[in-house]
């Protein structure tokens, strides 16, 4: 499957004049839908589509990413491998934010796509939350469709701990795994990398 391609009717008739942008920071490799388990929602996509995930192979996002899959003890060189291994890769916000702090508007603006990028695998046995905008986003999509919200207003490293399920999903707060923090708060890039090494022991260290 294209995950572009089998998007682009929903964007193009939901975000019109953008939707040529957002469509630009999808992977445009294939992806077996089936094979993907897990799925990390980051909280927004880079200042342009070439410094995203699925940009250039030296982009911040995916430098970033990898260096916090290596510190997780994970062998994987590129986004390629990381999909490979049944983790895919996304964003709650599909276009540069505008502020630092994104209301709740513009979160909720891209929940219906987020939903549809998420059904796209049958096969999904565990979201990574990675950010407050990736909880926010999950909730709302959670509240949605049940009425409650899938996380409790806690805390990331209070829930870092807890068992988490929404429909049968294992759930996994974490932080941010890109920008400069990163580089500032050091605990946080282990608590990313041991929540990464989490992931991969729930999906049986396939992606190891």
Known sequence: MNIRESLAPFITETFDAQAAEILAYLPAFPVDPGHIRAVIINETVAAQPALDFYGDAASPYQVSLLSLFHLAGAAVNSLEDITAGGIYLTSVLKCP????????????????????????????????????????????????????????????????????????????????????????????????????????????????
Request: glycine letters at 6%; charged letters at 25%.
């Open 97 to 208: 934010k505008t502020c630092q702090t994104p209301g709740s508007a513009e979160v909720e603006r891209y929940v219906p796509l987020l939903r549809r990028e998420l059904a796209l695998f049958p096969s999904l046995q565990a979201v990574m939350l990675a950010g407050d905008v990736a909880r926010k986003a999950f909730n709302m999509l959670a509240k949605s469709e049940t009425g409650k919200n899938a996380l409790p207003a806690v805390s990331t490293y209070k829930l870092r701990h807890c068992e988490l399920f929404w429909q049968g999903i294992r759930l996994l707060p974490a932080y941010i795994m890109t920008g400069d923090n990163l580089k500032i708060e050091k605990s946080k890039s282990t608590m990313c990398a041991e929540e990464l090494a989490k992931l991969m022991r729930l999906l049986g260290g396939e992606s190891r």
